[in-house]
């Protein structure tokens, strides 16, 4: 199958700043792809690469196979975007928010009601938008975004101002447009999130992709030197070494019947990153 989005050798610089050095990946389609990062470390700007509201620097950017910048009109009919930017009218109800974009997307209003019965807010098509709950208001964004049933979803950060709760909401939401078969770029500070979404995440730092992978094989590609033991006789953890003095250890306690529990100690996605950059998120 053919990559939905290749980034080769990105830079983008802005005057002397320069947000993206070198980025390469391949998203396919289908994947859930999780864009991790702290704040500044050149998430939104490649969104704004792959959509094309920026140009790079240099480097090639593609869409579908295509390069975003000469298909830009076609290309834009099968993306949908969710950026913190994007506001709806207060005074307007949420269908008929909706219908104005349908609107210019010549969407019938039929496959609108669809649409807002797939984010569960047929209850709500009436309400006007300002009195939406926070949730409320990220779902109708999502289904503005999703609309024109678009095969490729950007979500710049979709729940970074939700509560817990909400942000669950959102994540069942994302969860089953992915299912319904749309390939999702999301960006996220929330490693927790990325983990539980995410078929696989880029690590990104300073406009650098420090590495890429499905997050179970992160975890263990970088899971640490110990193995927490607990034996009988003890009630404390012990810490071995995953070595061949460690193993010898390890089977002498289970020779001796000592020996009651192994435990593999993987790091989290958050420990992952920060020994990678020296940095939290
Ligand atoms: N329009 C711009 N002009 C100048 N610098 C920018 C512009 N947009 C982003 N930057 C810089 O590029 C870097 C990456 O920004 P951004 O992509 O917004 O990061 P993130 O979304 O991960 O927080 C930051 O240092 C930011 O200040
Ligand atoms: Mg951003």
Redesign the pocket.
């Known amino acids: 199958m053919e990559n939905i989005i290749s980034m080769k050798n990105v830079r983008?610089d802005?005057?002397e700043?320069?947000?993206?050095k070198n980025l390469t990946f391949n998203i396919k389609e289908g994947e859930v792809f999780g864009f991790l990062?702290?704040?500044?470390?050149?998430?939104?700007?490649?969104?704004?690469l792959l959509t094309s509201q920026?140009t790079p620097t240099s480097g090639e950017v593609k869409v579908f196979g295509q390069d975003v910048y000469a298909n830009k009109k076609e290309i834009f009919k099968s993306i949908g975007i969710l950026s913190d930017t994007s506001g709806m009218y207060d005074r307007l109800s949420v269908l008929d928010n909706l219908m104005l974009f349908a609107n210019i997307y010549g969407v019938p209003k039929k496959d609108v009601l669809e649409v807002l019965e797939l984010v569960g807010m047929t209850e709500d098509i009436k309400k006007e938008a300002k009195k939406l709950s926070k949730g409320m208001k990220q779902r109708l964004m999502i289904a503005r975004a999703v609309l024109h049933k678009p095969k490729l979803l950007f979500l710049?950060?979709p729940t970074s101002s939700l509560d817990p709760g909400t942000t669950l909401e959102i994540h069942k939401l994302l969860k089953k447009l992915n299912k319904e078969g749309s390939t999702i770029f999301l960006?996220t500070?929330n490693m927790i999130e990325a983990d539980k979404l995410c078929d696989r995440v880029a690590f990104?730092n300073a406009?650098e992709i420090v590495d890429v992978g499905n997050p179970e094989a992160l975890k263990l590609k970088y899971t640490n030197e110990n193995i927490k033991v607990i034996l009988k006789d003890k009630n404390e953890e012990i810490m071995i070494k995953n070595n061949s003095e460690g193993a010898s250890k390890i089977k002498a306690w289970i020779e001796q019947g000592k020996l009651l529990a192994i435990h593999s100690m993987e790091p989290s996605l958050e420990k992952i990153f920060l020994n990678l950059t020296g940095r939290e998120l």
Request: net charge positive; glycine share 16%; charged share 25%.
């Open positions: 983008k802005f005057k700043n320069t947000a993206l990062g702290p704040s500044g470390a050149g998430k939104t700007t490649t969104i704004k920026l710049d950060e960006t500070h990104l406009g």
